[in-house]
């Protein structure tokens, strides 16, 4: 008991300590691309640390000592007398491309940005509650909004009767998950799963003109800010089901799938424009709306396998999510003058690979390490311009144990990840440059078991 709450000690330590950390134009952001203008943001690869550096699978995932939020029927797994709590850290290197195009659709230039992010990306604990009975309760972020993009008029008519016009894009924020799995095995190899998801966060978007190097000295000319926030809280439901046709000691064999129900997301929206002179800043307006956005949450299938036995695990996994089927009322820049933004349904596979050679070598601890390989690939849930957006990811990772015949673990996760856009897209008369996203993305995950073969958190001592 005394060595796990040092664990937790250090977890916390090492929390504290990633602010301080975080390098120049580093924030706590999730995401940073101008894709995340729209909708909820950017969606993140759901799961801990282990389960995205194998390319974050999990549906059909069954493992006494590590907490699966992905399928609310894994809770059935955990031991009794046991507790489960695990906590990770992501650092982000985004590197943004965007190729400009002249007024003739000739290629001039290519744009290039770089940005740092660094946030906590997962808590959670599991604990049973009664025999074949379990829950677990996790907090994560859903979505994330990270952009800020400034470019200037091009018309030299208007450099000549006003002067030189800016324009802002700014946004930043998320959408945080906080989920309630109950898991239940009411019959050897069968589990059955529901989660309650809460969904609830402020994201805010800004835009805003303004004249520089001004030639006029009149006050015809105002400058203008306009600012949307976006406030989310929303109930949804999962329900899941795991079968293993093979489940022995030395081995197990397991289907997953997995509904969401989906659902109005709704977030109320603020839209708050603020008008004033360039030359008198005391004439500033301001003017507020409120409304809802008629935004849903999609309904979305999952389906997968695993297959652990002493050495090796790996898994794959299929989700579809009908972004598409259940937006087609509601898009986004209908104007002739801007990129056409609508929602698609999206399939997404993921492929996961784990090897441990000996987890019970007391002499050599390389043996007790594991080490994880995996990928992922599909296409973004929005299309710009009619144009659809591909992306893919390919992980790795090892898991660090504790200590001998547990299964407590520090997970260290790599990802590299590509957002590949078409070079252009035609808006009104103009070509248009999509951007194109690398990152690079560490994880630490920390991964505190304590049980029956662990510690004796629960288990009366006689004597001290």
């Not at 699978?57 to 809770?75: D, E, F, H, S, Y």
């Not at 509650?129 to 200037?152: D, E, F, H, M, R």
């Not at 095995?185 to 966060?201: D, H, L, Q």
């Amino acid at each position: 008991m005394q060595r796990s709450f040092k664990l937790i000690y250090l977890t916390l330590l090492l929390l504290l300590c990633v602010p301080f950390g975080a390098l120049a134009q580093t924030s706590s952001i999730n995401a940073y691309s101008p894709y995340s203008m729209y909708g909820p943001g950017e969606l993140l690869t759901p799961g801990n640390a282990q389960m995205r550096a194998m390319g974050g699978v999990g549906l059909g995932k069954r493992t006494v000592g590590q907490i699966n939020t992905i399928n609310p029927a894994a809770a059935s797994s955990i031991a009794r007398k046991s507790f489960l709590f695990d906590v990770g850290i992501d650092g982000t290197h985004f590197r943004n491309s965007q190729p400009k195009y002249d007024q003739s659709g000739k290629r001039v230039s290519t744009s290039k940005t770089g940005y740092n992010t660094a946030n906590i990306h997962n808590i959670a604990i599991a604990f049973p509650l009664a025999k074949s009975l379990g829950a677990s309760l996790s907090v994560a972020p859903y979505s994330s909004v990270g952009y800020k993009i400034n470019t200037t008029d091009q018309n030299e008519s208007n450099w000549a009767d006003i002067g030189r016009v800016q324009y802002g894009y700014e946004g930043m924020g998320d959408i945080t998950e906080v989920k309630l799995s109950i898991g239940w095995m009411p019959w050897r190899k069968f589990s059955i799963g529901v989660a309650a998801k809460y969904y609830w966060g402020y994201i805010e978007r800004k835009y805003q003109t303004s004249v520089t190097d001004q030639i006029i000295g009149t006050e015809k000319y105002s400058s203008t800010v306009c600012t949307d926030e976006y406030l989310v809280n929303s109930f949804k439901f999962q329900v899941g089901v795991q079968w293993s046709p093979i489940s022995t000691d030395s081995q197990i064999l397991t289907f997953g799938a997995t509904y969401d129900l989906g659902g109005a997301l709704n977030p109320e929206v603020r839209n708050i424009v603020s008008t004033g002179s360039n030359i008198n800043s005391s004439n500033n307006k301001a003017r507020e709306d409120i409304s809802t956005l008629s935004l849903r949450v999609p309904h979305q299938v999952g389906a997968g396998l695993f297959y652990r036995n002493r050495t090796i695990a790996f898994g794959a996994d299929y989700v579809y999510a009908a972004w598409g089927n259940d937006n087609t009322s509601f898009s986004e820049n209908h104007d002739a003058q801007s990129v056409n933004v609508t929602y698609t349904n999206t399939h997404t596979v993921k492929l996961g690979f784990e090897i441990t050679p000996r987890s019970s070598d007391v002499r050599n601890y390389l043996n007790r390490m594991s080490y994880r390989v995996g990928a992922r690939a599909g296409n973004y849930y929005q299309s710009f311009g009619g144009e659809c957006i591909n992306q893919f990811a390919i992980t790795a990772g090892i898991g660090l144990p504790v200590k001998v015949w547990g299964a407590s673990s520090v997970n260290i996760g790599f990802e590299y990840g590509h957002t590949a856009a078409p070079k252009r897209i035609t808006v009104g008369s103009k070509s248009v440059g999509l951007v194109s996203q690398n990152y690079y993305k560490i994880s630490i995950g920390f991964s505190l078991f304590s049980g029956d073969t662990s510690d004796y958190w629960f288990v009366r001592q006689k004597f001290d």
